[in-house]
């Protein structure tokens, strides 16, 4: 099979033609009163622009040439510069209020000559959101085709097609590897999501193939509604662990990785639990909400290596804690009031709005190969040859500390995590990390282990900046991680570029791990 060309979309003629027809203009028209309402509430949410008309009216419906130019330069004005992710700002109320309006707002994007990547990010979002909003309630927990996904979005996309495209197919693997997911974790650690952006990026203009709208819409709705299953599986795992620890009369839990005390009673974690909420809109960003999952799939990894410890007779051999059943899940969620809906409109896109993990490499299960420990990672350049020089000794430290512990206590068949404690501060390291750490390893090995070991000089930073007030290594331990940073980056675009998936996506998520941290550990500077 090979992959179809592109197919022009056929929509409503463009106020750009040099010569519309009468018709046309009352066609364009009618598409941009319906647009409004969306155009109006990013412009003034985000203070894009001055609204042309005053606030909660609309255009005229018989407008004067003027007024009739001006608007549609206005909002294309509005056009160039909103992007995706304020788009999924808008509160649900206002983004799914009319798939009239959604529909407008689509048409505008498609007839677009030269699409840019945030007209690509926008169609992306803007596809799946009418998808959510206009699919009959059946679709939603049932098994969803290419068929289903064409028929819906047929009013927005007259072309939609459902002929499958041998360039989309990497899609279906990457559901049939979130079907097995049990965890956001899992999710992350296998890099579905990264997978997938990456696929988009590679498309180019095929991506506009209606064929190619639809598969990716199929894949964003089932990505987000597998994302929602999964963190309703995390928080009711959460609670059946402090449930279990409660009933083993254990009052107190280290959760230092999570980001609480050394002794953090359970009720205040069924507290923090019970009230957790996802960041939107006044606190969203990337970072925030990566830090917001990072968090609570930290605090399940430290309550579940709790209940291993105090309770082993309650620990699943597999995972080390508890894990709720499907059932019970649905039940939890009950009673917090949360139950678990398969998909949520307003739901940030998923390959936008949280740390993205990639998949765990083929030695997932690494063995202790070398004798010595790697090198350590040389400091990145430095403004001063002395910051340099310290910084170089610390990450030589830390790099031979992690190592050390990583050979004497291998990660468990089954566990995708491993846990280091550096100055009574834990890191936690994914499979791939792992790896790079005890097998013997290449450039790419490298950079990962430089990766982990700016993050744990953050992370050990951060702490000692908590206890005793120490700015100084705090300070050099921010300097170094914003160089690596700039380093990883171009790292990453260069395996894009040499089509290595694995190692953009590997080192593509630990940069964006050591991003979070980064931002955190600024907040603690004066």
Not at 22 to 43: K, N, T
Not at 111 to 131: E, G, M, N, P, W
Not at 279 to 287: G, I, M, Q, R
Not at 468 to 496: C, H, M, N, P, W
């Amino acid at each position: 099979m090979t992959s179809k060309t592109r197919i022009p979309v056929k929509s409503l003629g463009s106020p750009l033609d040099s010569s519309p027809k009468p018709q046309d203009h009352a066609a364009i028209w009618g598409e941009a009163i319906q647009a409004y309402p969306l155009y109006s509430a990013l412009a003034a949410q985000f203070k894009l622009a001055a609204l042309p008309h005053p606030e909660g009216e609309l255009p005229p419906a018989r407008p004067t040439r003027e007024i009739f130019d001006a608007d549609l330069k206005w909002l294309d004005g509005v056009d160039e510069t909103v992007r995706a992710y304020q788009i999924r700002q808008l509160p649900s109320e206002i983004l799914n209020a009319s798939s009239d309006a959604l529909r407008a707002f689509i048409h505008r994007q498609l007839r677009k000559s030269d699409k840019t990547t945030a007209d690509r990010d926008k169609i992306d979002l803007l596809l799946v959101q009418y998808f959510a909003l206009c699919a009959p309630e059946s679709l939603y927990r049932s098994e969803i085709n290419l068929e289903d996904v064409a028929q819906v979005l047929q009013p927005v996309l007259a072309e939609a097609d459902a002929t499958p495209l041998e360039w989309c197919e990497p899609l279906d693997s990457m559901l049939s590897t979130v079907d097995h997911c049990q965890s956001l974790r899992d999710l992350l650690e296998q890099g579905v999501l990264e997978k997938g952006r990456m696929l988009k990026e590679s498309a180019g203009a095929m991506f506009y193939d209606p064929a190619a709208l639809v598969a990716f819409c199929r894949f964003n709705f089932l990505v987000r509604r597998a994302f929602i299953r999964l963190l309703h599986a995390d928080l009711a795992a959460v609670m059946h662990a402090i449930d279990a620890l409660d009933a083993g009369g254990v009052k107190t839990v280290d959760c230092r990785r999570a980001g609480f005390s050394a002794a953090e009673t359970t009720s205040q974690l069924r507290y923090y639990a019970e009230n957790w909420r996802q960041p939107f809109h006044k606190d969203y960003t990337e970072s925030s909400v990566s830090h917001a999952f990072e968090q609570l799939l930290a605090l399940r990894a430290d309550l579940e290596d709790a209940v291993t410890r105090f309770l082993p007779a309650s620990a699943d051999p597999r995972f080390g804690a508890l894990i709720p059943t499907e059932s019970t899940a649905g039940e939890r969620g009950k009673s917090t009031g949360e139950a678990p809906v398969p998909f949520a409109p307003s739901f940030p896109g998923a390959s936008e709005f949280f740390a993205k993990s990639p998949e765990a490499p083929a030695s997932s299960q690494p063995t202790p190969a070398a004798a010595t420990p790697p090198a350590a990672p040389p400091a990145a350049s430095a403004p001063q040859e002395s910051s340099a020089a310290g910084n170089s000794l610390e990450a030589e430290k830390c790099l031979e500390t992690i190592w050390e512990q990583l050979i004497a206590a291998p990660p468990s068949r089954g566990r995708s995590m491993s846990t280091v404690v550096l100055r009574d501060t834990k890191v936690l390291l994914s499979s791939w990390e792992v790896a790079a750490f005890v097998s013997e390893g290449d450039q790419e090995a490298e950079d990962l282990r430089r990766a982990v070991v700016a993050r744990a000089l953050l992370a050990v930073a951060m702490d000692g900046r908590k206890r005793s007030g120490d700015l100084a290594e705090l300070a050099s331990s921010i300097t170094l991680a914003r160089t690596e940073v700039s380093y990883f980056q171009g790292r990453v675009e260069a395996a894009k570029r040499s089509k290595n998936t694995e190692a953009a996506v590997n080192l593509g998520i630990s940069t964006k791990r050591l991003l979070s941290v980064l931002e955190e550990a600024e907040k603690l500077q004066p």
